[in-house]
């Protein structure tokens, strides 16, 4: 399942009503989307790269902690 981290982010985006794409990372294998895939995002935004989840990317904004994605989401409705 779900880690209540990533959790509370999805909660808050699917409250919010705004379009998003949830993409599951493997932690702890090599299929799909893996943890190497993360940190490259997180890297790409800016961040440091600790393969921590949830990860939030709007447009070139890219927020990790999920307090900080979920004051974020709530921030987008109706923007």
């Known amino acids: 399942g779900m880690c209540p981290f990533a959790q509370r982010t999805a909660i808050a985006l699917e409250q919010s009503g705004l379009a998003h794409e949830t993409v599951e990372v493997d932690l702890y294998g090599s299929r799909g989307f893996t943890?190497?895939?993360?940190?490259?995002?997180?890297?790409?935004?800016?961040?440091?790269?600790?393969?921590?989840?949830?990860?939030l990317t709007i447009d070139d904004e890219v927020l990790r902690e999920s307090s900080v994605c979920v004051e974020r989401a709530c921030a987008g409705v109706g923007a």
Do not use: H, Q
């Open 35 to 55: 943890k190497k895939d993360l940190k490259a995002v997180e890297v790409a935004g800016g961040l440091s790269p600790k393969g921590y989840i949830p990860v």
